[in-house]
């Protein structure tokens, strides 16, 4: 019999909504059904492509025993951490500070007030390797809880009381300057791994925004230790097993420090940040390889994770059947050279061994190997590699695929419309911004609301029920605004616009310019989140810092730049000291040190060859977010288009900079020049 999950919006949460725990979603009912009773609350968090969330479900929710001490002792609640990030972070937090340590699943009891008492992450269904089995933690809590209820009371106020102590040093909102700057770079300096790319040891995460901001730097100063690094940590990335050979895309990290085994899930949130940066390295340098590999991300993104609504999917699981039925982690990717005789046959099967790395030992688990292109020298057919390629993606095809986690999330659908947009652009592509607006069309007509309210997540083209977050708005006017700047269209300035109003009078603290990740009448939790740092993705504070700035840029307007200057007051305190966790504020800084540049190009029409050339000029320009905004110069489509006039009926270009501008141009050649700092 199904639980109470049945009816939920999140896959995760649609996995337990047979398992024999009587689950409740997150809600007020849940916390009331625990208050009636007298018992804690049992609260589970993970997300649906997390290995160990599922071996937790397998061993513990799946079992009839331990099912019926949890219906009997608590009330159990289940949350999915990407549909409500801010549950997610507030019992993170206290995790983190009692144990050292957090991660998911992420398991916590709490008070019917919602207050932590107790924390862990994964327990085992038997003690093992130090860890009490879930079952003995049950049977402690509830003995703590129904013995020694005034010691857990006093436990859990404790803990939020220091929490709510816990509030970040926000510095004096003001921005970084060249000093801070140069010691953030520094300090990634001495975390760099020169010999393999990327920073620190393992596991490896690709460092997606923090080379965002190691090339706009190089811009903007023309440091080549920051291009170096940015460089060659993208090469790295593109030759190890981190990156999928056959179907393009990234996995979620490395287990190894040289990006050989990665663990394969593959999120749409790093795979949109790593085709922006790889676009944004090949308009730097011109890498064919930086061309190839975002333009085989995009390819990805469209063809695997492209809902039938014209979104995106949160997340492909790591795990899949291996061909007997059991599921084993890596499965649709790994190769033994045995298979790859079956499929190629043995000429061409010797061939792919060296070229991607297959070894009789193997790379990874029973002698099977992660695809990878350890050769950097020696001459390869280039026809019979693609051959070879092409014959093992269609094998590979008739694997069991790995689950998709089918909800679209709208912080990520953001990154992914940015992504795809410049992506199209640069490389002449329009069918990937036909997706870019399909997706940014679905989060107008579904997830925004006629307040210009946004909601978190849909699946299947019905909204769930949980408010958007400031990562949320952030990310998602980041990506109309490249849209605006790639389309000419109008709209989606003004739709960023609407987004961004909400930033400024809803999730900011008036007094500080401080950012908090829940808006001012979102639900009451144990503590407002607030968390200035880029883990897998943006945080919402440095994302909503970079779209005001380009909103302002844009629009002139006073409000969204200050907004913007002040909320980078924290990339001022934070940059020098932990410059690895705090890259996209990095990069906004940059721009804020460039101008931004804000580009007007104007043409007779949308279809004139030269205003084309200037504009598609004007994108591959590396000026730290610089905005380009193009149509004719009587279309009100955008602020920077008002008065802008055609030089002797040419299409001409207009660049202004820090409120200054200079003489128009109507030869792409001097408009490059411009945008080239």
Same mark, same amino acid.
């Given at each position: 019999?199904?639980?109470?999950?049945?009816?939920?919006?999140?896959?995760?949460?649609?996995?337990?909504?047979?398992?024999?725990?009587?689950?409740?979603?997150?809600?007020?009912?849940?916390?009331?059904?625990?208050?009636?009773?007298?018992?804690?609350?049992?609260?589970?968090?993970?997300?649906?492509?997390?290995?160990?969330?599922?071996?937790?479900?397998?061993?513990?929710?799946?079992?009839?025993?331990?099912?019926?001490?949890?219906?009997?002792?608590?009330?159990?609640?289940?949350?999915?951490?990407?549909?409500?990030?801010?549950?997610?972070?507030?019992?993170?937090?206290?995790?983190?500070?009692?144990?050292?340590?957090?991660?998911?699943?992420?398991?916590?009891?709490?008070?019917?007030?919602?207050?932590?008492?107790?924390?862990?992450?994964?327990?085992?269904?038997?003690?093992?390797?130090?860890?009490?089995?879930?079952?003995?933690?049950?049977?402690?809590?509830?003995?703590?809880?129904?013995?020694?209820?005034?010691?857990?009371?006093?436990?859990?106020?404790?803990?939020?009381?220091?929490?709510?102590?816990?509030?970040?040093?926000?510095?004096?909102?003001?921005?970084?300057?060249?000093?801070?700057?140069?010691?953030?770079?520094?300090?990634?300096?001495?975390?760099?791994?020169?010999?393999?790319?990327?920073?620190?040891?393992?596991?490896?995460?690709?460092?997606?925004?923090?080379?965002?901001?190691?090339?706009?730097?190089?811009?903007?100063?023309?440091?080549?230790?920051?291009?170096?690094?940015?460089?060659?940590?993208?090469?790295?990335?593109?030759?190890?097993?981190?990156?999928?050979?056959?179907?393009?895309?990234?996995?979620?990290?490395?287990?190894?420090?040289?990006?050989?085994?990665?663990?394969?899930?593959?999120?749409?949130?790093?795979?949109?940040?790593?085709?922006?940066?790889?676009?944004?390295?090949?308009?730097? &340098?011109?890498?064919?390889? =930086?061309?190839?590999? +975002? *333009?085989?991300?995009?390819? /990805?993104? !469209?063809? %695997?994770?492209? #809902?039938?609504?014209?979104?995106?999917?949160?997340?492909?699981?790591?795990?899949?059947?291996?061909?007997?039925?059991?599921?084993?982690?890596?499965?649709?990717?790994?190769?033994?050279?045995?298979?790859? &005789?079956?499929?190629?046959? =043995?000429?061409?099967? +010797? *061939?792919?061994?060296?070229? /991607?790395? !297959?070894? %009789?030992?193997? #790379?990874?688990?029973?002698?099977?190997?992660?695809?990878?292109?350890?050769?950097?020298?020696?001459?390869?057919?280039?026809?019979?590699?693609?051959?070879?390629?092409?014959?093992?993606?269609?094998?590979?095809?008739?694997?069991?695929?790995?689950?998709?986690?089918?909800?679209?999330?709208?912080?990520?659908?953001?990154?992914?419309?940015?992504?795809?947009?410049?992506?199209?652009?640069?490389?002449?592509?329009?069918?990937?911004?036909?997706?870019?607006?399909?997706?940014?069309?679905?989060?107008?007509?579904?997830?925004?609301?006629?307040?210009?309210?946004?909601?978190?997540?849909?699946?299947?083209?019905?909204?769930?029920?949980?408010?958007?977050?400031?990562?949320?708005?952030?990310?998602?006017?980041?990506?109309?605004?490249?849209?605006?700047?790639?389309?000419?269209?109008?709209?989606?300035?003004?739709?960023?616009?609407?987004?961004?109003?909400?930033?400024?009078?809803?999730?900011?603290?008036?007094?500080?310019?401080?950012?908090?990740?829940?808006?001012?009448?979102?639900?009451?939790?144990?503590?407002?989140?607030?968390?200035?740092?880029?883990?897998?993705?943006?945080?919402?504070?440095?994302?909503?810092?970079?779209?005001?700035?380009?909103?302002?840029?844009?629009?002139?307007?006073?409000?969204?730049?200050?907004?913007?200057?002040?909320?980078?007051?924290?990339?001022?305190?934070?940059?020098?000291?932990?410059?690895?966790?705090?890259?996209?504020?990095?990069?906004?800084?940059?721009?804020?040190?460039?101008?931004?540049?804000?580009?007007?190009?104007?043409?007779?029409?949308?279809?004139?060859?030269?205003?084309?050339?200037?504009?598609?000029?004007?994108?591959?320009?590396?000026?730290?977010?610089?905005?380009?905004?193009?149509?004719?110069?009587?279309?009100?489509?955008?602020?920077?288009?008002?008065?802008?006039?055609?030089?002797?009926?040419?299409?001409?270009?207009?660049?202004?900079?820090?409120?200054?501008?200079?003489?128009?141009?109507?030869?792409?050649?001097?408009?490059?020049?411009?945008?080239?700092?």
């Amino acid at each position: 019999m199904a639980n109470r999950l049945a009816h939920e919006t999140s896959p995760y949460l649609l996995q337990h909504a047979d398992n024999p725990v009587d689950w409740w979603p997150w809600s007020a009912e849940a916390f009331e059904e625990a208050r009636r009773r007298g018992v804690p609350v049992l609260l589970s968090v993970g997300y649906s492509s997390c290995h160990w969330c599922h071996v937790m479900a397998h061993e513990s929710f799946e079992d009839q025993e331990t099912a019926d001490h949890l219906n009997e002792h608590f009330v159990s609640v289940k949350v999915d951490r990407e549909e409500r990030p801010d549950v997610d972070a507030v019992y993170m937090e206290a995790v983190q500070a009692a144990t050292g340590q957090g991660g998911w699943p992420m398991t916590v009891f709490l008070t019917p007030d919602a207050e932590p008492f107790y924390f862990g992450t994964y327990f085992p269904p038997a003690p093992r390797h130090g860890m009490p089995s879930f079952r003995q933690v049950l049977e402690g809590v509830g003995q703590a809880w129904r013995d020694r209820r005034e010691e857990v009371a006093e436990v859990a106020g404790k803990i939020v009381r220091d929490l709510a102590g816990r509030e970040i040093s926000y510095g004096e909102g003001v921005a970084p300057g060249e000093q801070e700057q140069a010691q953030a770079l520094l300090g990634l300096t001495r975390e760099y791994d020169p010999q393999r790319g990327g920073f620190g040891g393992a596991p490896k995460f690709p460092p997606s925004m923090v080379i965002e901001f190691l090339l706009r730097h190089h811009a903007r100063t023309g440091a080549e230790g920051a291009l170096q690094m940015a460089a060659d940590t993208c090469e790295r990335m593109a030759r190890g097993g981190i990156y999928d050979q056959l179907g393009g895309g990234f996995a979620r990290y490395s287990v190894d420090r040289d990006w050989i085994v990665p663990h394969f899930e593959k999120m749409l949130y790093d795979n949109a940040l790593l085709c922006r940066v790889y676009t944004h390295l090949w308009r730097a &340098t011109g890498s064919e390889q =930086a061309r190839r590999v +975002a *333009l085989e991300t995009a390819d /990805f993104m !469209v063809r %695997e994770l492209r #809902t039938e609504q014209g979104g995106f999917a949160s997340a492909l699981d790591a795990d899949s059947d291996d061909g007997t039925g059991r599921h084993v982690e890596g499965a649709y990717y790994v190769w033994t050279p045995e298979q790859l &005789t079956e499929v190629l046959g =043995a000429d061409d099967a +010797a *061939l792919a061994a060296q070229y /991607f790395g !297959v070894t %009789e030992e193997g #790379t990874f688990e029973h002698g099977s190997s992660v695809l990878q292109l350890p050769q950097s020298e020696g001459v390869f057919d280039a026809e019979r590699i693609d051959s070879v390629r092409r014959r093992l993606l269609a094998a590979r095809a008739e694997r069991p695929a790995p689950g998709r986690d089918d909800k679209v999330v709208a912080a990520w659908n953001g990154l992914a419309v940015a992504a795809l947009a410049e992506t199209g652009a640069c490389f002449d592509r329009p069918d990937l911004i036909d997706a870019a607006l399909a997706a940014a069309d679905l989060l107008v007509r579904l997830h925004l609301d006629d307040r210009a309210h946004l909601s978190r997540t849909s699946k299947d083209g019905r909204v769930g029920a949980n408010a958007g977050v400031l990562e949320d708005y952030a990310d998602v006017a980041e990506g109309f605004l490249a849209l605006a700047s790639v389309t000419g269209e109008g709209v989606w300035l003004e739709f960023a616009g609407f987004l961004l109003d909400h930033v400024l009078t809803r999730f900011t603290d008036p007094g500080s310019g401080a950012l908090y990740d829940t808006a001012d009448d979102a639900e009451r939790l144990i503590r407002r989140p607030q968390d200035p740092t880029d883990n897998a993705t943006p945080s919402g504070w440095t994302a909503a810092a970079s779209a005001l700035l380009g909103y302002a840029a844009h629009t002139g307007s006073e409000a969204h730049r200050s907004a913007a200057e002040r909320a980078l007051g924290v990339v001022k305190a934070l940059g020098p000291r932990v410059p690895r966790f705090i890259g996209w504020g990095l990069a906004a800084a940059e721009a804020l040190l460039d101008g931004p540049r804000e580009v007007a190009v104007v043409g007779p029409s949308a279809e004139d060859a030269g205003a084309r050339e200037l504009h598609r000029t004007a994108l591959l320009g590396t000026a730290p977010g610089a905005v380009v905004a193009w149509g004719t110069p009587d279309s009100g489509e955008f602020p920077l288009l008002a008065g802008r006039a055609l030089i002797d009926g040419k299409p001409t270009a207009y660049v202004c900079r820090g409120f200054v501008c200079d003489l128009p141009v109507t030869d792409p050649a001097a408009l490059k020049a411009k945008l080239t700092p």
